[in-house]
Protein backbone atom coordinates (compact mmCIF):
# COMPACT_ATOMS: atom_id res chain seq x y z
CA UNK A 1 0.00 0.00 0.00
CA UNK A 2 1.29 3.34 -0.68
CA UNK A 3 1.56 5.66 1.71
CA UNK A 4 1.69 9.75 1.14
CA UNK A 5 4.22 11.44 3.39
CA UNK A 6 3.29 15.24 3.09
CA UNK A 7 6.14 18.14 4.20
CA UNK A 8 4.04 20.54 5.59
CA UNK A 9 6.63 23.22 6.95
CA UNK A 10 4.34 26.17 8.87
CA UNK A 11 6.53 29.17 7.74
CA UNK A 12 4.74 31.76 9.25
CA UNK A 13 6.94 32.40 12.44
CA UNK A 14 5.24 35.39 13.33
CA UNK A 15 1.92 34.12 13.27
CA UNK A 16 1.83 30.48 14.79
CA UNK A 17 3.46 30.74 17.94
CA UNK A 18 3.04 29.29 21.31
CA UNK A 19 3.62 31.48 24.01
CA UNK A 20 4.40 29.61 27.53
CA UNK A 21 3.75 32.62 29.36
CA UNK A 22 2.00 34.20 32.77
CA UNK A 23 -1.22 35.80 32.20
CA UNK A 24 -1.67 35.36 28.91
CA UNK A 25 -4.38 37.82 27.00
CA UNK A 26 -7.49 36.79 24.61
CA UNK A 27 -6.25 38.86 22.04
CA UNK A 28 -2.81 36.53 21.79
CA UNK A 29 -5.50 33.72 21.47
CA UNK A 30 -7.47 34.94 18.69
CA UNK A 31 -4.26 36.18 16.81
CA UNK A 32 -3.15 32.71 16.91
CA UNK A 33 -6.63 31.11 15.68
CA UNK A 34 -6.92 33.65 12.58
CA UNK A 35 -3.15 32.79 11.84
CA UNK A 36 -4.18 29.28 11.85
CA UNK A 37 -7.29 29.42 9.82
CA UNK A 38 -5.18 32.00 7.27
CA UNK A 39 -2.89 29.54 6.71
CA UNK A 40 -5.51 26.40 6.50
CA UNK A 41 -6.94 28.50 3.61
CA UNK A 42 -3.94 28.91 1.34
CA UNK A 43 -1.73 26.09 1.59
CA UNK A 44 -2.11 23.42 -1.62
CA UNK A 45 -0.30 20.26 -0.27
CA UNK A 46 -3.76 18.51 1.42
CA UNK A 47 -7.02 18.73 0.99
CA UNK A 48 -7.26 19.15 4.53
CA UNK A 49 -4.44 19.62 6.58
CA UNK A 50 -4.80 17.84 10.28
CA UNK A 51 -6.62 19.33 12.53
CA UNK A 52 -5.79 19.46 16.59
CA UNK A 53 -9.43 18.10 18.26
CA UNK A 54 -10.97 21.57 18.86
CA UNK A 55 -9.25 23.67 16.33
CA UNK A 56 -6.78 26.01 16.69
CA UNK A 57 -8.30 27.80 19.78
CA UNK A 58 -8.36 24.51 21.55
CA UNK A 59 -4.63 23.64 20.33
CA UNK A 60 -3.49 26.84 22.12
CA UNK A 61 -5.60 26.52 24.98
CA UNK A 62 -3.52 22.80 25.48
CA UNK A 63 -0.03 24.83 24.56
CA UNK A 64 -1.00 27.13 27.40
CA UNK A 65 -2.27 25.23 30.17
CA UNK A 66 0.44 22.24 29.33
CA UNK A 67 3.82 24.61 29.26
CA UNK A 68 6.28 24.33 31.87
CA UNK A 69 8.85 26.61 31.82
CA UNK A 70 12.25 25.15 32.67
CA UNK A 71 13.02 26.44 36.24
CA UNK A 72 16.40 27.18 35.52
CA UNK A 73 15.37 29.59 32.31
CA UNK A 74 13.20 30.97 34.46
CA UNK A 75 15.58 31.88 37.35
CA UNK A 76 17.61 33.41 34.70
CA UNK A 77 14.72 35.15 33.09
CA UNK A 78 15.62 33.45 29.65
CA UNK A 79 13.05 32.84 26.78
CA UNK A 80 13.45 31.12 23.89
CA UNK A 81 12.20 30.37 20.49
CA UNK A 82 11.96 26.79 19.48
CA UNK A 83 10.97 25.57 16.19
CA UNK A 84 10.17 21.57 17.03
CA UNK A 85 8.83 19.30 13.59
CA UNK A 86 6.62 15.90 14.09
CA UNK A 87 4.92 13.85 12.07
CA UNK A 88 1.13 13.67 12.22
CA UNK A 89 0.49 9.77 12.07
CA UNK A 90 -2.41 8.94 9.35
CA UNK A 91 -3.53 5.93 11.56
CA UNK A 92 -3.25 7.25 15.11
CA UNK A 93 -3.46 10.92 14.80
CA UNK A 94 -0.50 11.21 17.67
CA UNK A 95 2.69 13.52 16.97
CA UNK A 96 5.65 10.79 16.42
CA UNK A 97 9.09 11.63 14.99
CA UNK A 98 9.66 14.56 17.15
CA UNK A 99 12.62 16.76 16.54
CA UNK A 100 14.07 19.93 17.39
CA UNK A 101 14.90 21.93 14.27
CA UNK A 102 16.21 24.95 15.46
CA UNK A 103 16.66 26.78 19.15
CA UNK A 104 17.59 30.01 20.41
CA UNK A 105 18.08 27.99 23.87
CA UNK A 106 18.96 24.55 24.62
CA UNK A 107 17.46 24.76 28.10
CA UNK A 108 13.94 25.14 26.18
CA UNK A 109 14.83 22.07 24.13
CA UNK A 110 13.47 19.25 26.21
CA UNK A 111 10.03 21.28 27.34
CA UNK A 112 9.45 21.91 23.94
CA UNK A 113 9.78 17.78 22.71
CA UNK A 114 7.64 17.09 26.09
CA UNK A 115 4.88 19.19 25.15
CA UNK A 116 4.71 17.84 21.84
CA UNK A 117 4.93 14.25 22.62
CA UNK A 118 2.42 14.67 25.01
CA UNK A 119 -0.51 15.93 22.94
CA UNK A 120 -3.69 14.05 22.29
CA UNK A 121 -4.41 13.17 19.28
CA UNK A 122 -5.07 14.97 15.74
CA UNK A 123 -7.43 14.35 12.87
CA UNK A 124 -4.75 13.41 10.50
CA UNK A 125 -4.52 14.98 6.82
CA UNK A 126 -6.56 14.52 4.53
CA UNK A 127 -5.80 13.31 0.32
CA UNK A 128 -8.20 11.68 -1.67
CA UNK A 129 -10.65 10.56 1.20
CA UNK A 130 -7.29 8.71 2.70
CA UNK A 131 -5.85 9.94 5.72
CA UNK A 132 -2.03 10.72 5.24
CA UNK A 133 1.28 11.59 7.54
CA UNK A 134 2.12 14.63 7.48
CA UNK A 135 4.51 16.77 9.01
CA UNK A 136 4.26 19.91 10.79
CA UNK A 137 7.33 22.13 11.88
CA UNK A 138 5.66 24.81 14.32
CA UNK A 139 7.60 27.49 16.65
CA UNK A 140 7.03 27.44 19.93
CA UNK A 141 8.16 30.81 21.74
CA UNK A 142 8.64 30.87 25.61
CA UNK A 143 9.14 34.60 27.53
CA UNK A 144 7.77 35.66 31.01
CA UNK A 145 5.72 38.97 31.22
Given at each position: ??????????????T??????????????????A??????????L??????F?????????????????????K????????????R?D?????A????????S???F??E????I?????W???????????????????F??D
Amino acid sequence: MLKYLLIFFVLIACTYQSKAQTGANNGDRQEFIADMNNFAKKQHLVQQIPEFKGGAGALYDYLQAHIVYPPQAKKEGLSALVFVSFRIDAKSGLARDVKVVQSSNSKFESETARLIKAMPAWTPAQQGGKSVDMILTIPVYFHLD
